[in-house]
């Protein structure tokens, strides 16, 4: 992406931006198991390392220890942290501001918004619609979607796995320019994809991973053609109902219940900060406008990682779900992406970033460990995303065997 971009909807986990660091908001948690990456001088794990150590006391205070160093270093506001292991002692901290000019502190019951989280809940509505014969993945997009480049080669597939070669429109300058004059200006699925369908393709389909939110506005256009219904409405009664997820959803306009925190960003037409909590997040859509809570996303990381809703009923078919977890190797070292998915060092799941805000939902299912970031700015630094720094620092003491450490891709540039 270019130095430019406006990091719409990305994913990973670590917080950067000036704030006042406050005592943190406890409720409880469980470590989980990451790969093989270590900062200098931090020995690797032993073979007899747990996937996810238990939260010790001591392991408690490293975490609250290194989420408040990250926060520091990387001038982050405020950072919800949440992890659980069956059987285990939970670990729910909230650390900082949630407005700097109040000094509201941050808390672990506010509405955030999740960026391209968002691209699990679209995918998962065409899983199911695949599932019940209204759509075939291996369908081109050009049955249900007129003017797509190459829309009689691109299949259904091939858009939930980013392997489509359609250009991302959020990396066209004259979107950009829209977007940041006028950050609270709604957009329509069909200029976004105006901005995109006027680029040459990248590659011909499957040839190579390339992440496009071009995608994501595609298939939430399918999923309202062979539903019948707005895409919002079909994931509150098919997905997030069905979860228990009381307090997430696909807004229209740039609805955001209260409480939510502020967001800061620096994704702006002059590059100074500004607050985003009132920006009109309808430029993600389907691949990056939702928003939700600590609570839901913890029903959700497992949901979507397994396929199987919190009272045992499938979400979508066994067999859906295992093509859904078919993840190819992309050019991000120790990460797979399937059908709207990654999977980095055995952590399953996606992270999120818009103007203002990151997040991380992850599931480890060798000891079933959720893990789950959410933070109130999305400003880089040293050229890292938040969200990274905090999945890394994160991963490193309770899984280091399994690290999470996939860099956030921008959204919107």
Not at 42 to 69: C, I, K, M, N
Not at 367 to 384: F, G, K, P, S, Y
């Amino acid at each position: 992406m270019s130095p430019t971009s406006v990091r719409l909807c990305r994913g990973a986990v670590v917080a950067v931006l000036a704030g006042t660091l406050l005592a943190p908001v406890t409720a409880g948690a469980a470590p989980a198991a990451v790969p093989d990456v270590f900062a200098a001088g931090t020995p690797g794990p032993s073979p007899s390392e747990p996937d996810v150590r238990p939260l010790s006391p001591d392991v408690t205070r490293q975490l609250d220890a290194s989420v408040r160093r990250v926060m520091r270093e990387a001038n982050v506001p405020g950072v919800t942290v949440g992890i659980w292991t069956p059987g285990q002692r939970g670990y729910v901290r909230s650390f900082g501001v949630a407005d700097k000019a109040t000094g509201r502190r941050m808390t672990p019951d506010l509405y955030m918004r999740i960026g391209s989280e968002t691209k699990t809940f679209t995918v998962t509505a065409l899983l199911q619609l695949a599932d019940q014969g209204k759509v075939g993945l291996d369908d081109t997009i050009d049955k249900y979607v007129d003017g797509v480049p190459n829309g009689h080669k691109i299949t259904l597939r091939q858009l939930a796995g980013m392997r489509s070669g359609l250009f991302n429109y959020s990396e066209d300058d004259d979107f950009f320019k829209a977007l940041t004059s006028d950050p609270r200006r709604p957009f329509t699925p069909q200029q976004l994809l105006a901005y995109s369908f006027r680029h040459p393709v990248l590659f011909q389909p499957g040839e190579k991973f390339d992440y496009s939110n071009t995608n994501l506005i595609l298939l939430g256009l399918v999923v309202e053609k062979k539903s019948g219904q707005r895409l919002g409405d079909y994931l509150k009664q098919h997905v997030l109902d069905p979860a228990g997820m009381k307090d997430t959803a696909l807004p229209s306009g740039s609805r955001f219940p209260r409480p939510h925190a502020q967001g800061y960003t620096d994704q702006t037409a002059n590059g100074e900060v500004a607050e985003t909590a009132g920006w009109n997040p309808s430029w993600g859509w389907a691949a990056g406008a939702m928003y939700s809570t600590l609570d839901d996303l913890r029903i959700w990381a497992p949901t979507v990682a397994t396929g199987e809703l919190p009272d045992g009923k499938r979400m979508i078919s066994r067999a859906m779900q295992r093509q859904r977890l078919v993840t190819p190797a992309t050019p991000i070292p120790g990460a797979g992406y399937g059908l709207g998915i990654f999977n980095v060092h055995g952590w399953i799941g996606h992270n999120g970033s818009l103007p203002g805000y990151e997040s991380l939902t992850i599931y480890l299912p060798a000891t079933r460990t959720t893990l789950v970031v959410l933070l109130n700015t999305d400003i880089n630094h040293d050229n890292e995303e938040p969200s990274t720094l905090f999945g890394q620092a994160i991963t490193r003491i309770i899984s280091p065997r399994h690290v999470f450490d996939l860099p956030a891709e921008p959204a919107a540039r």
